[in-house]
C-alpha cells in the first residue's frame, strides 16, 4: 500500500503546478544528485530572434531569408519560428515538393525544382556543401541552394531569469552535478554554462548522444542516487525516458513528451524542479 501522506505530497505539487505520475517519483526525487539540462526552451526562453541576414555570392538578403522561410515553414522547432517572423509574409507552402526535418541538424527541402538546405554546421558537412567558417556570436543558421552555399542567419536566445535561481537553488540542496546538453554550437553552449555557472556543458550532441551522455553520467552514481533530466520536449523523448526521473517542462511540450515525462512541470519555470525536491523532502518527513 502507499502511504497515506504520498497522496498529499502529490496534491501540494500538483498545486505548485507540478505534475508527478506516482508516489515513487516523488520518494525518487529525494535522491536527486545529478541534474541534467536540455538547453533550448529549457533553460533559455527558446524565443529566439534573427539578428543578422549575410548572404554569400550573388544573393540578396531578402532572397537568402525567403529560402530560409520557405524551408522552415512545417518545422516547429524554435529556430524556424524567429525566421518565419523575420520574414514576415505568406508562404506558398503547395510548392514544397520534399520535406526532411532531420533531429541535431536542421531541414532539407525540394521545392520547384532546388533543393534548400537549412541547418548547422553539421548538416553543411553532411550533404557535403563546403564554406568558411566565420565567428558570430549565437546560433547560426547556414543555407545552401542546389549544393551550393548560399549564406547564414544569426539568431540569437537569452537565458531565462529562472533559471539562475533553479541551478542556485539546486546547489543550495547539495546537487553533485549540475549538467546541460545542446545540440547547439560549442560556443553558444559554453556561453549559457558559464553565465548559469553550470558544472558540465556538451554541446553539438545529437539526440541519441544524449542518451549516451545521461549513460556515462549514470555510472558515475552511488547506490540510491538519482539522475534528473529537464527538456521541453522537442527531440528530448529518448532521454526523459532514458533518465531515473524525465521531467519535461510544459509551455511547449509536445504530446510525446508529455507521455514520456515522469514529471511534468506546468510552467516554463525550470525553479520548479527545486520546489519539487523540496517537496518531495518533506512529504517523506510526514511519511517515514
Ligand atoms: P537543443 O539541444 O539546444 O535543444 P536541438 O537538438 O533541437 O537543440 O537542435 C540542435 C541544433 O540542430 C540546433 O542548434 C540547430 O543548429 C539545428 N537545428 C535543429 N532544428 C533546426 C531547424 N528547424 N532549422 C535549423 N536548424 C535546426
Ligand atoms: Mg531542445
Redesign the pocket.
Known sequence: SIPLGFFGGIGGASRSGILVKGSNYLEALNNVKYVVF?????LTKGVFKVTDISPKGDITKESLLEYAAL??SY?N?P??QSILTAYGKEINKEEIDQYD?I?????KIKEGGKTIL???K??MKKEGIAFKEEEVIG???HLAVNGKYAGFIVIADVVKEDSKKAIEGLKALGIKKTVM?????KRVGEKVGSTLGLDEVYAE?L?HE?VEKVERLDSYKQKNEKLIFV??G???TPVLARADIGIAMGGLGSDAAIEAADVVIMTDEPSKIVTAIKIAKRTRRIVW
Do not use: R
Open positions: 536540455d538547453k533550448t526552451g529549457t524551408a522552415e518545422s522547432h529556430i524556424a526535418e533531429a541535431g541538424h536542421g531541414i537549412a541547418g548547422n553539421k548538416l546560433t547560426m543558421v546538453l545542446t545540440g547547439d554550437a550532441l539526440p544524449k527538456g521541453d522537442i527531440n528530448d
